[in-house]
Each structure stands twice: as C-alpha cells, then as structure tokens.
C-alpha cells in the first residue's frame, strides 16, 4: 500500500463518479491535483479547501498549533484569494490535557487574528483510539470575485515557471525540530534546519506573487516534494513543465539534513514551497518581488506543449511515494 496521496487512478475510480448531488453553483468541484474548490453565492466566489490537521507534542504545543494552521491555509491561498474564514473539527487523544490544548489553540487563533481570519464553526471533543499526530480536519474558505481566483490547472504553453524556498524544507525543518539528536550534524546546522519549519507558511508569499506579475497558477509542494508538484501543476494543466535543476534555490540546512538522513530532496514533502507560473517576462519580476520580502525564488524553468516533466532535458518518473515517510518511520521506531 503507498502511503500519503491517493493516484490520480485511484481517484478517477473510487471518488471521481460519486460526487454528491450536481449543482449549478458548483464552479469547481473535486480535481485532482488541484488544491481547492469554488462555489458560487449570489455572484462571489467561495474558495474553499479542507485538510487534516496535525499536532506534534514534541514541538511544543504553540510552535505546533502554528504549524497545523497554516498547512490548512495553503491549500486556499493558492487561489490568489486571501483566507478568511476557518471552520476545524478536533478528535483529541484522551492524553491531551486542557493546558496542552489551550496553547495550542491560542497559537491557531493568534495566527488567525493576525492574518484576518474568522473561526466560523467546528467540533472539539476527545475520544478513545485518537492518536497523535492527525487530530482532525480543517476547512479554509476565501471569498471574492470570480476573475480574481489564480487556479492550480491554470499553467499554459510559453509561461514561466518560478520556485520558492526550494525543495524539502518542511521535511527537514520538521526533523531537525523532532529528531536532533539523531541527525549527525552539528548543532548550529540543526539548528539552522530546525528554523525552516517556520517557512512553511505560503499566505504572504501568494499575496505578493498575485500582486508582482500576470500569475497564472500556484501550487504548494507537498505530497512527493517538488517534483510531485511539477507532475501535478503540469498534469492538471495537460502541458509539459522543462525545469532547470541547477536553477532551483538549495537551502544550505536542506542539502546537509537529506544527506546526513539519505533522504531525496527532490520527492520529500515541502509545504511552504510555491511553484508559480506565470506569463512570459514576468517571472523574474515575481522572484524579484518574493526576494525582496524575504523569501528566496528563482525562475526554475518554462511550460511547453505536450505532457509531463523534463528535468534537465531528461523526462522524470511522477514520484509513487513521499521520500520522507520512510525516514520519518525509522526516526520515530527508534525513540
């Protein structure tokens, strides 16, 4: 059984023919690798996406609730709208005390203060069986106009394509924070890598991306790292992603940890790392602006007609499986 995101087969099979009820005000349902939804209400586009949750006590319990917002917002702010509201349903182990929960709530809600986001709704109770770290889900929603929304499938011929912050930058800012002891590097590159887990927020980075050039998609690297991202920016759009290996930014901390942990950078999960397409020319701009407002980008390569991804000049294999599940398996068997 591969583990983390379903197939594009297995969803064309199993979820794809059952939808629900088919309803005009549906703009968008269910595709895959397209992060979001959108339905219409009286003209305004609702932007909605939903994503479990997750709390990893050995964070802490604010540097956790941090984390665990803002994987659920990305999924949104991919659409060039920004997050507004949030509804979150928790199924809590019986283990968590209500101080443990309460920092970690406190964290969600500052970061939803601070970006203008209002909780709307959702469940909180704990339960025999719930088990750290996916403690429920999480719903996002944007609401805005219709021409405004920035769609994942957007990417066509002659377009560029920038990346930001690089590959494996959630993997290896979650293992340096989980596992320091047992990456064998010294303390200021664990430290140094610990700190990524921080740059795993992509709210800000689309706002400046829709508002420096013509965008016309964005992806966040997740499930199979960058070069998942590519195959599924490129599928979705049925176009061919040509990419620039030696183009795309390396975090210093990023190659140290995948080396020290035989881990693929290029396959591992990278929430906070954006692909963006844009129109020809204006590329360049959109990393200027990104670069200029803290966050390493690149223009990484251009999208031609046909299918798939050249890396290099050379085609690439669509990744079966997240390159950090099994580093991850062997850290946490060995506490």
Known sequence: MTLGKISDQFFHTHIAPQLGAERSDVALGPTHGVDFGVFDVNGAAVVTATDPISLLPELGFDRAGRFAVHIVLSDVAVSG??????????????????????????????????????????????????????????TAMAVGAHADIIRPDGAKPGNEIV?????????????????????????????????????????????????????????????????GAFHEMASSAGVQFR?????????????????????????????????????????????????????DAAVVGTVASGTGVLIDGKASDRPTEDASWSVYATLSDNK
């Open 243 to 295: 990419v620039d290996r030696e183009a795309i930014p390396m975090q210093p901390a990023v190659k140290q940890v995948c080396t020290a942990l035989d881990m693929d950078p290029w396959t591992a999960t990278s929430s906070g790392t954006l692909l963006i397409t844009t129109e020809a020319g204006d590329g360049e701009k959109v990393a200027a602006k990104l670069s200029e407002a803290g966050t």
């Open 81 to 138: 709208l920004p997050p507004s509201h949030l509804s979150i349903a928790f199924a809590l182990p019986t283990k968590i005390t209500d101080a443990e929960f309460a920092t970690f709530w406190s964290a969600i809600h500052a970061e939803c203060e601070r970006l203008d986001i209002a909780v709307v709704t959702g469940h909180t109770a704990r339960y025999p069986g719930a088990t750290y770290p996916w403690i429920g889900s999480a």
């Open 163 to 227: 990346l930001t912050k690089g590959p494996a930058v959630e993997a290896t800012g979650l293992f340096a924070s989980l596992y320091p002891s047992k990456i064998p590097l010294s303390a200021e590159m664990i430290n140094a890598a610990s700190t990524l887990l921080e740059r795993t927020q992509t709210v800000s980075d689309t706002a400046v991306a829709r508002d420096a050039g013509n965008v016309t998609a964005m992806h966040d690297a997740t499930e199979g790292g960058v070069i």
